[in-house]
């Protein structure tokens, strides 16, 4: 019963470097979102998906990219981390429709750039 | 664009007391859903309540209840018989539930409260 599941937990980056966060849900959700996490500002999204081939810009999108190549896994990139990239990332995925469906969320992601 | 805005950075309580956790949004829809998240320091978001715009009824789910005021925008938490396990972060959040349904589920957040709970 895995549900919603980030990889890596934690991550250092210098600034350029570049890196990917995988996303995976054993729900068969057709949504899934990228958050980023920053103190005071509350989650704000970054991307999100609405079914497998599918992305589209959230709040922040600047500096990421996306990619849902299987229903399952949703991927966000870094091409050149910056320290203001530095922040705490959630994935989220949800059921499509109208309906009270809730989200369910990963664990995080804590990303540091120095 | 909807705005969700949490006015108390934190919060204390003494345990087995009752506090109250604020949050008011702004939106030009009628068709919504809100939400609060709790958010321990293991980083986990922790559904807590939800609440249909279209009840008037409040929601409630054991200690926790919310108070709905829809035409004032005001949407807030409270927590009964305060335990320790409460102590975290909690996030109210917003989303639309458009007839075309182009909102896609996408949620709005507050910027969070955290709450502290005293022996």
């Known amino acids: 019963n895995a549900g919603v599941t980030q990889t890596p937990k934690f991550r250092v980056l210098k600034t350029g470097q570049s890196m990917t966060l995988l996303c995976a849900q054993d729900m068969n959700h057709e949504y899934m979102y990228w958050y980023r996490q920053d103190p005071g500002m509350g989650l704000r999204l970054i991307h999100y998906s609405v079914g497998e081939g599918t992305t589209a810009k959230g709040e922040v999108p600047d500096g990421y990219n996306v990619s849902r190549l299987k229903k399952q896994n949703f991927l966000l990139g870094l091409e050149s981390a910056a320290p203001s990239q530095t922040s705490v990332y959630f994935c989220?995925?949800?059921?499509?429709?109208?309906?009270?469906?809730?989200?369910?969320f990963g664990a995080g992601t804590r990303l540091s750039v120095l | 664009a909807q705005t969700v805005t949490q006015s108390q950075p934190e919060m204390s309580v003494q345990e087995a007391e009752t506090v109250t956790l604020s949050c008011t949004y702004d939106t030009s829809e009628s068709d919504y859903y809100l939400f609060w998240y709790k958010q321990p320091p293991s980083r986990q978001m922790i559904l807590v309540i939800r609440q249909e715009a279209y009840k008037q009824q409040n929601a409630t789910e054991n200690r926790f209840s919310v108070n709905f005021q829809k035409a004032a925008k005001s949407f807030s938490l409270k927590i009964s018989d305060s335990q320790l396990g409460d102590a975290a972060m909690y996030f109210c959040a917003y989303r639309s539930e458009d007839a075309g349904g182009t909102s896609y589920g996408k949620l709005t957040f507050g910027q969070g409260t955290i709450l502290t709970v005293h022996p």
């Open positions: 989220a995925s949800t059921e499509a429709g109208r309906a009270k469906n809730i989200q369910y």
